[in-house]
């Protein structure tokens, strides 16, 4: 049939994510570092994707497409999210307790003060948005390369939180979903989201974005962005 549908130009795109992470029928996904049309029959025409695109790269044309097939839409949501418990072991949420520690360890090249993480699993898209221990926590969530480029990420940012990690650019995962439910049903008290300085990495930051506004609750928060040598370069 021919309808409105949108086309994205690769030239144009430069790989944030963020029109992945609206694309709420999750008909855009990320291939080889630039946004992607998956599926016309996912498209629903209404374009949420356009306004987030820093690089005008998405517009609408009339064109023969598939129908968009809401009940496809529906059953691939689904399948992900059954896909996700699936009986692995490491799916398993848990709390860790980690021992007390007053003073760090020192050697004459490091300086450690033992893991600092206190749950399991820390993938966004394997947390379960009703896990007990997400009820009055502080919640941090990072991309996953912060962690590698920050030499002191443990005591700087995951000591006293809970960890959420994940990469805009290669999961296919429409992240503020899953946070608005976190937020919206437990009592986070404090949200940090620290980022990687580079453009793609802001579709973490945006999807935290969104899911305060779809919250409606009003949490102190902050996003910090990191170099790609490990430095602080951004505290807002």
Request: a neutral charge.
């Given at each position: 049939m021919l309808r409105k549908i949108i086309t994205i130009d690769q030239e144009?795109?430069?790989g944030c994510g963020f029109c992945a992470a609206a694309c709420h029928e999750?008909?855009?996904?990320?291939?080889?570092?630039?946004?992607?049309?998956?599926?016309?029959?996912?498209c629903d025409g209404l374009g949420d994707c356009l306004p987030v695109c820093p690089t005008n790269a998405i517009s609408f044309e009339l064109r023969e497409a598939a129908a968009y097939d809401e009940a496809a839409v529906l059953a691939n949501q689904a399948r992900q999210q059954e896909a996700l418990p699936c009986g692995c072991p490491g799916t398993q949420a848990k709390l860790l307790?980690?021992?007390a520690t007053t003073e760090a360890s020192s050697t004459a090249d490091t300086i450690t003060t033992g893991s600092q993480l206190r749950q399991w699993p820390v993938q966004i898209k394997l947390v379960n948005p009703h896990a007990q221990y997400l009820q009055g926590c502080k919640l941090l969530i990072a991309a996953?390369?912060?962690?590698?480029?920050?030499?002191?990420?443990?005591?700087?940012?995951?000591?006293?939180?809970i960890t959420l990690i994940g990469c805009p650019k290669l999961d296919n995962e429409d992240y503020s979903r899953k946070l608005t439910e976190i937020?919206?049903?437990?009592?986070?008290?404090?949200?940090?989201?620290?980022?990687?300085?580079?453009?793609?990495?802001?579709g973490i930051e945006q999807a935290a974005k969104t899911a305060l506004q779809q919250s409606g609750k009003f949490i102190p928060w902050q996003v910090v962005t990191i170099s790609t040598d490990g430095q602080i370069v951004d505290e807002i």
């Open positions: 144009k795109c430069n999750q008909a855009i996904g990320m291939i080889d570092g630039k946004a992607t049309l998956l599926r016309d029959d996912y307790h980690q021992p996953d390369c912060t962690a590698f480029a920050y030499d002191d990420f443990h005591r700087r940012f995951i000591k006293n939180h937020l919206t049903h437990n009592d986070i008290k404090s949200l940090t989201v620290v980022r990687m300085d580079v453009p793609c990495c802001g």
